[in-house]
């Protein structure tokens, strides 16, 4: 008998797989995150230069994670309020369920372009690999 993809929790459908099964980072387990649940938005002030790059680079990582299917909204942070509500540390900023995996202590909230600091050196969004190893640790597996 094959198990029906549609379970259901608390009247809604169940996403993700079931212990035991085998997904894009490897197998599920009861201490495993389902990926495919992960908030992923990102923050940019208007006309930002770095947004398409940053854009591009999640996008890549998501693919390249195996997470395809896994979308992300972009949000224009407008005045310094809305900034200070969003933890906002410049743009463009990412936020994976709400979390700045690229924060650095001590950074105020402000609308300022981000720099980011990358293997190749400065950068206005995160390198392929730290937005990988973002990916990897939120959804709590080994790159």
Not at 14 to 22: I, K, N
Not at 45 to 59: F, G, K, S, T
Not at 86 to 110: K, M, N, Q, V, Y
Request: overall charge negative; glycine content about 12%.
């Amino acid at each position: 008998m094959i198990p029906a993809p549609h379970r259901m929790k608390g009247g809604a459908p169940l996403r993700g797989a079931l212990p035991g099964q085998v997904g894009p980072f490897g197998p599920y387990g009861a201490n495993m995150r389902d990926p495919g649940d992960m908030e992923i938005e990102v923050l940019v002030v208007p006309d930002c230069p770095h947004q398409q790059l940053a854009e591009e680079r999640l996008r890549q990582a998501l693919d390249d994670a195996g997470l395809d299917t896994t979308g992300f909204t972009t949000r224009v942070v407008a005045d310094q309020a809305e900034a200070e509500r969003s933890a906002f540390t410049g743009s463009p900023t990412i936020l994976i369920d709400g979390r700045d995996p690229f924060a650095e202590p001590g950074t105020t909230p402000s609308l300022s372009c981000r720099i980011y600091r990358t293997p190749q050196g400065p950068a206005g969004a995160p390198g392929l690999d730290q937005l990988r190893q973002a990916l990897h640790e939120v959804a709590g597996t080994a790159a």
